[in-house]
């Protein structure tokens, strides 16, 4: 299981991730199975028409529930194997809050779910994904 240091974890998540950076993402919660973000409706976030992108919508969902996973990770490493995002509504007003949280750790899958809502606290956007925790990381010769 991995340290739930949010101050850690947004410091490794700029520093290796610079598309969280771009958009302005930060964690600000972590605990056992869940994790909290948010990040703001600057220029970076947004599509044509000053709405949210859905791309940047599916980019955050994917990293905190990520996140979430990671804090039951007991492996070396993770990947997202599947993200289905239904997106519900337009989001036009920010900051925005994403959160995460595992439904289920199995043996090498780990499933779970999460939402994003804008600053008024309408939800935006659903979530359900798989991760596969990895005994070696990523990268590492097979």
């Not at 289905?84 to 899958?109: I, T």
Request: one cysteine or more; proline letters at 2%.
């Amino acid at each position: 299981m991995y340290p739930l240091d949010v101050e850690k974890a947004n410091s490794v998540i700029w520093e290796s991730e610079p598309l969280m950076a771009f958009i302005g993402y930060r964690i600000t919660e972590m605990s056992q199975g869940r994790a909290c973000a948010e990040f703001g409706h600057g220029r970076n976030v947004q599509r044509l028409g000053g709405v949210l992108h859905g791309g940047v919508i599916a980019a955050v969902l994917d990293e905190t529930l990520g996140m979430a996973v990671l804090t039951v990770n007991d492996g070396t490493d993770q990947v997202t194997v599947e993200l289905k995002v239904n997106f519900l509504e337009v989001g036009r007003e920010g900051p925005y809050r994403v959160c995460g949280q595992v439904v289920r750790r199995g043996g090498r899958l780990v499933a779970a779910e999460g939402e994003v809502r804008d600053a008024s606290g309408r939800l935006i956007a659903k979530a359900l994904g798989t991760w596969y925790i990895l005994r070696r990381e990523v990268g590492a010769g097979r």
